[in-house]
Nanobody, 118 residues
Framework: QVQLVESGGGLVQSGGSLRLSCATS????????MAWHRQAPGKQRELVAS???????NYASSVKGRFTISRDNAKNTAFLQMNSLKPEDTAVYYC????????????WGQGTQVTVSS
């Protein structure tokens, strides 16, 4: 019923850019905080960026100044613009949605692969 579908991943050279999209359905999108997490092979999943229902953003120190999270409530979609990509950004990137007050209402996407070559 609830679906979060990521797109926009792929292979890019170091220094390049990608824009990830997370299309949602089955939720009242404007009530949900949105986030992007990533997981590299053999490593824990980590929070990359988040955006509240009011548009307040937060970033991991490793991506601050390079990545931008945004949302379009009219399209029920969240985005992650990734610039100046580095090989250490290589990971599966996951979209995450959490209700602003009912925190148990939280959902994950299936992920999209980002590979940055040197």
């Amino acid at each position: 019923q609830v679906q979060l579908v990521e797109s926009g991943g792929g292979l890019v050279q170091s220094g390049g850019s990608l824009r990830l999209s997370c299309a949602t359905s089955g939720i009242i999108f404007s009530f949900y905080e949105m986030a992007w997490h990533r997981q590299a092979p053999g490593k824990q999943r980590e929070l990359v960026a988040s955006i509240t229902t009011r548009g307040i953003t937060n970033y991991a120190s490793s991506v601050k100044g390079r990545f931008t999270i945004s949302r379009d409530n009219a399209k029920n979609t969240a985005f992650l613009q990734m610039n100046s990509l580095k090989p250490e950004d290589t990971a599966v990137y996951y979209c995450y949605a959490q209700h602003r007050t009912l925190s148990a209402r939280a959902y994950w996407g299936q992920g999209t692969q980002v590979t940055v070559s040197s």
